[in-house]
């Protein structure tokens, strides 16, 4: 008689069976997986390797595995710890953006360089820079090669923006310069971020005022008063979010690069590509409502040239990020000039322009429902059913957030809506492997009072404002999802 499989050699077993579809995946591509040492080069093999689908699946196992292995081999009280004090490590990267430290790193190459001489090139005290620096090699963020001696690996070159480090440099000086210490609201130079791809803008704005504002969340909730944001409260401000960007010029370049960040970070959303672009009309009209700086827009140009592509966003955001950003490309300058794409400030809590919705075939939202609680999203998706002909379709581009159970019968029967049976004894959410989109659920509330959905939450508000799931499209290894409605 064999002896049952104990839990840990469950999760070893589970790690073990999917690294080795990876390895024997690697050999047939005739590459091997990035070590965390190896410097993050976008382009390479071994990176493609890492977004293969049948690769990603494998990951995400082996990762779900090896967290829940060391959750329990570790003890509990230590990992406690480490969770309550996981906000030592947005403190510690923004100790490091702030003196340039990667782009710093990236000029003394593989050799790295002494902390002495990284802070002697900023005037940061050398004492908490290295200590930051430590605290993030051992979170696999730079790595410590010899005493004091720090270099780039795979995650820290991820937030290179490739700029010249002088110019960086005299950036963070300036900014030294003209903010107080006790300054909530630092002068962000948004030129810092500007032409990157993006992923140095979207963790430093993670650690600043997302950071800021999460530890503000337990006060909203503990005194039930949703009538302020966590951000409000911790930026000392009354407006909302967006008032406050168009306020601060740097802030809002900067979360406007954070949005291309975070297509940067998981390229394989990008791949999602289920829905069919070419069955839209000919010279129909797609609208890319709260469209930011245009990204996307410029991605449904190409997917679907035969239609024509209207960037709506708040007047401010169209006049000094998206206009800027089309003129300044020979590419971009072109569609605009041939009307191909139209840039057009609008107020999406407003009934769209009547030459619209003569022709409008799609409404295009990513990352907007998002950002607003339930009655604002009600009122956003009432605005566009009233906007509508009966055969446009609106398409969300957003987050679903698993439940950490089977997806109730009803809702698993829209077509897309798969729940992928995961091996005993992980979580069933893949816990920490999927652990993105809770963190960025807790992004919205702390920035908005708002939040990502689960599917029945999705179903139940596209109701109330009188569009049905039609079918859901998804990528393996990512919660993003292109949900597609048709109008009730
Ligand atoms: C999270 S960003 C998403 C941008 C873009 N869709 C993307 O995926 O890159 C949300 C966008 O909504 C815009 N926005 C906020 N309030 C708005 C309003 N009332 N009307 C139109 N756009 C608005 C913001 O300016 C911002 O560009």
Redesign the pocket.
Known sequence: MTAPVSNLTSLVNIIADNVSVIEDLANRMGTSYPTISDLYEPHSKQEELTLNPEVLSAAMLAVSAASQLAATLKLPGLTLLDRANAFHIPSALRVTSEACVVEILRDAGPQGMHVQDIANQTGIQPGILGRSLRLLSTHYVFAEISPNVFVNNRLSSMMDTGKDTKYLIDIAKTRKSTSKSDDIVSNVAGDKYTDTNGVAALIDQCVDEVFKSSSRISHVAAVNDYSKTPFQCAMQYNG?M?EF?EKYPGY?QR??MA??G??HLQPHQQMISGFDWSKLKKDSYVV??????G??ALAITKKAPHVKIFV???E??IAQ?TTPTWNSNPTQKSLIESEKVVLQA????TVQPSHIVSKVSLYH????T??WPTPEGIK?LKQLRASSLDDTRLML?DQIVPYACPIPEDLGKIEGAISLPTPAPLLSNLGEANSDVYTTDFTMAALLNAQERTLGEFHSMLNEAGWEIETIYQAVGSSLSQIVCKVI
Do not use: C, Y
Request: net charge negative.
């Open positions: 909302s967006w960007f809002l979360i406007q949005m291309v975070f297509s890319d409502v709260g469209g930011g700086n990204s996307e709506e966003d708040l401010q955001t990020v609008h107020d999406f809590f939202l990513r990352f907007i998002h950002d956003i581009v």
